[in-house]
């Protein structure tokens, strides 16, 4: 049996309390200890306690002196500085992948796609998310820079805690696959301009729903003005 190294249990409780957040089972403004954590998880305060410090530093949570953690609420200015950070990173990365994609990544990006397919056909919304990330995320790869799929995974991390979605609300998931269609077939033809004029139409699309549908009060535009600084004309 191989003994679990202290750093993969940190990891592991970090991926329970972040996926708990997400899925609202942690609520936003809850409070609690980290004591109560570890014994829900059934692990010591140690590991517990590293979780919270990365997932703070995130902007998932915040300790309070003498009181515990709490649960943070993505606002909407959270959402208009996380679409607009997403616009700046992804924009240009995904104008540098279409230039030096490989084959075996061009491969991997069409594998995610075909999955987005099937699953948009199966209206399984769960699953077509997964595979969306992973499609980023090798455009992201194939631009040469690794850390980028990580921040980005981390900033839709932070939407997701919002509880908003487009897919099945504002937009069909047949939709949002044929937006990432377009993306897929300019990468393919190692059109550099197209691929990052897709890529920030896809993006600035899927802000403008989520603002406007969010029920704290319709579109905002502050975070789509950092669009036109990237327009590849």
């Known amino acids: 049996m191989r003994t679990i190294r202290p750093d993969s249990l940190t990891r592991q409780v970090y991926e329970s309390i972040r996926a708990s957040i997400i899925r609202g089972e942690l609520a936003p403004g809850s409070l609690h200890s980290v004591q109560e954590l570890a014994d829900v998880l059934g692990v010591s305060r140690t590991p517990v306690r590293e979780a919270l410090i990365d997932l703070s530093t995130q902007g998932m949570v ?42 075996a990544a061009l491969r991997s990006l069409r594998k995610e796609f075909a999955a987005m397919e099937r699953a948009a056909a199966a209206e399984n919304e769960p699953t077509l998310m997964e595979h969306d990330r992973k499609f980023h995320g090798t455009i992201l790869e194939a631009s040469g820079n690794r850390r980028l799929a990580g921040i980005v995974d981390r900033l839709r991390d932070l939407v997701l805690v919002r509880g908003v979605s487009t897919a099945g609300r504002s937009r069909s998931l047949g939709s949002i696959v044929e937006e990432h269609r377009e993306i897929l077939g300019s990468i393919e033809r190692r059109e550099s301009a197209a691929t990052a004029r897709a890529l920030r139409e896809h993006i600035l699309h899927t802000a403008e729903l989520l603002l406007s549908q969010d029920p704290e009060g319709g579109a905002r535009s502050g975070a789509v003005r950092w669009a036109d600084l990237l327009r590849f004309d």
């Open 62 to 103: 915040r300790f309070e002196r003498n009181r515990g953690v709490r649960i943070l609420q993505t606002s909407l200015h959270d959402l208009e500085e996380i679409f607009a950070l997403r616009l700046l990173l992804e924009v240009p990365a995904a104008y540098l992948a279409a230039e030096q994609i490989t084959d």
